[in-house]
């Protein structure tokens, strides 16, 4: 029977056998049904690298840190003498966003690694194909959607959550209000060039509506943001914003509530993870650079961000327009089946070339 042993870096797992689905974990809902019980997890550090050969695949997930004895540890699984497992190569997010916390030495292992690898599966835009194919030495990789599985998404909009109800209520949300929703708040800070665009555009939209805007301080201790930077800054009148530490919590208020429209202006190409909630939530959206984005809301998808103007239309077009925005909606409705694990699970099995 085969077995995949996963290798990671990330802390807040704390069982090896547990495959955790969430949009958090790259990859692993690939093998959330029938791999479940042959699947290992194990931190990189606790790793003796002879437990490699009990398996079939060695799955490592490719974080960017500066940590050269994760990099060169996972060097060596993947150059192991006489090894007869295959290693896949997990790259969870996009190629600028890899590349550019490195020193040159830990550059230098990242290319090693991926060009060595057996697998690699990507997930970025069609234009960085030949990048890929200039670092993987004419190797093929893979670009597979393995972030959201929908899912996981479907069994928490039909979980009883209180802890999210609590929270709504608790911040005045009511169902019969419209909403703006931008996606998190200037408490995530790291997200400062994003959410300054995203609220600029919701400061026009809501000089002509009215409405409340929403988001999300999914970090509300990372940063100490004054509650009238919203109205100083970016010259909005009325922002709640939700403390919401779990994804789970926030994308079930997503459901619940009258978001008529999300917005998210992403500076830099990303893998889109606002994008995909509004998407399963059913809101129409205003976005830009990401790529999930552009797969699910072509008509209102931007290719520059700066482009704030033509932004603001299109959110005034999907506010006023019910014939456009049902359409964005059924659009990213119908697409998002592409995240589906059965999707994920096809393109897997075509590129290790067996089925699972």
Request: aromatic letters at 12%.
């Amino acid at each position: 029977m085969r077995k995949m042993l996963v290798v990671h870096n990330i802390k807040w797992n704390q069982f090896e056998t547990t495959i955790r689905t969430s949009n958090n974990v790259a990859s692993w809902n690939i093998i959330v049904d029938n791999w479940q019980e042959r699947t290992r997890v194990r931190q990189w550090s606790e790793l003796n690298i002879n437990e490699c050969d009990d398996y079939h695949y060695v799955m490592l997930i490719l974080l960017p840190e500066q940590n050269l004895e994760k990099m060169a540890k996972y060097l060596n699984i993947i150059r192991r003498p006489g090894r007869k497992y295959k290693v896949i190569v997990d790259i969870p997010d996009v190629v600028g966003w890899q590349m550019n916390p490195f020193l040159p030495q830990n550059k230098g292992f990242y290319m090693d690694i991926v060009s060595e690898a057996d697998f690699v599966m990507h997930y970025s835009l069609p234009e960085t194909e030949s990048y890929w194919k200039a670092i993987m030495r004419d190797k093929p990789s893979y670009n597979i959607n393995r972030h959201f599985p929908i899912e996981v998404a479907a069994g928490i909009m039909n979980e009883d959550l209180p802890k999210a109800a609590a929270t709504a209520k608790e911040y005045g949300l009511k169902h019969d209000e419209p909403y703006i929703f931008v996606g998190k708040s200037l408490k995530n800070i790291n997200e400062e060039r994003n959410v300054i665009c995203s609220f600029y555009v919701a400061h026009k939209i809501q000089k002509q509506t009215g409405w409340k805007v929403i988001c999300f301080a999914n970090n509300p201790l990372r940063h100490d943001v004054k509650d009238d930077y919203y109205k100083h800054i970016c010259r909005l009148d009325n922002v709640i914003e939700l403390p919401v530490l779990e994804w789970r919590n926030y994308i079930r208020i997503l459901k619940e509530y009258n978001f008529r429209i999300g917005i998210y202006m992403d500076y830099l190409e990303t893998r889109g993870q606002v994008s995909l909630d509004c998407a399963s939530a059913g809101i129409p959206m205003v976005c830009s650079r990401s790529i999930a984005g552009r797969k699910l809301y072509p008509y209102t998808w931007l290719s520059e961000s700066r482009d704030l103007d033509k932004a603001t239309k299109l959110g005034l077009r999907i506010i006023n327009d019910t014939e456009f925005s049902e359409e964005v909606k059924a659009y990213a409705t119908k697409s998002i089946q592409q995240y589906s694990v059965k999707e994920t699970k096809k393109k897997f099995e075509a590129m290790i070339g067996e089925k699972l």
